[in-house]
């Protein structure tokens, strides 16, 4: 099955800066790859995704890259914010039929005002 | 908010008890799972529903019954628990299996004492 490793599992950065979390996957196969926020007391929140047929996506402050070469993902976040601070999770399915998604372990962003 | 609510938020029960979370989408979806989240662990799926069928049961031991009666609400039953049961129990639910995408309820924190 799909293993999916996310990196750090921690991270502290100063508002204004940026932040990139990183995933790998293991099934080649895998073809869509969303990220979620999650909020202390909230559920996941899907933020972006994206499909193996692109390289890069963008919506405002925050951009995925996917490399299915190297099978590995990031997502970035530029000219961070407090309200930023949250966990996030990294995910790998296939997508046109049902496939569990694998999520990774989560990453703890802090930014700090 | 998401669109899928919860209730309890917050449950202690103790490992005789008999205790039910629910979920209601609000969404017109027609796939609903649960998730199990536990610290430093990924997302863990325990039950998949479509069109009130049970479609997947990821070998979730029999102290958790999940029920269906329509497409807009889920139950999950649980009775004789253990304490390694704890953890925050979420909601999600799609169109249908075949979308990715996913809309998460905020979650109930379970505690068995």
């Known amino acids: 099955g799909e293993n999916v490793e996310q990196h750090p599992s921690t991270l502290s950065v100063q508002e204004g800066d940026s932040a990139v979390i990183k995933c790998t996957y293991s099934d080649s196969a895998s073809n869509y790859f969303p990220w979620y926020k999650q909020e202390l007391g909230k559920g996941p929140q899907l933020i972006i995704d994206i499909r193996s047929n692109v390289g890069e996506k963008k919506d405002q402050r925050i951009a995925v890259t996917l490399n299915k070469t190297a099978k590995h993902f990031s997502l970035h976040i530029t000219e961070t914010q407090p309200e930023d601070s949250a966990v996030y999770f990294c995910?790998?399915?296939?997508?046109?039929?049902?496939?569990?998604?694998?999520f990774g372990i989560g990453t703890k962003l802090q930014v700090i005002p | 908010e998401t669109g899928v609510t919860q209730t309890p938020r917050h449950l202690v029960m103790g490992m005789t008890n008999k205790k039910s979370l629910k979920c209601e989408q609000h969404l017109g979806h027609n796939a609903m799972y649960w998730y199990k989240q536990s610290a430093k662990k990924p997302l863990e799926l325990m039950f998949v529903y479509n069109f009130k069928e049970q479609t997947e049961n990821n070998s979730v031991p029999s102290r958790f019954s999940p029920e269906c009666p329509n497409s807009s609400h889920l139950f999950l039953h649980l009775h004789t628990l253990q304490p390694e049961d704890s953890a925050l129990y979420l909601c999600a639910s799609s169109q249908g299996v075949m979308d990715n995408e996913q809309f998460f309820g905020p979650g109930t924190r379970l505690t068995v004492l």
């Open positions: 995910a790998a399915s296939l997508s046109g039929g049902y496939q569990k998604v694998t």
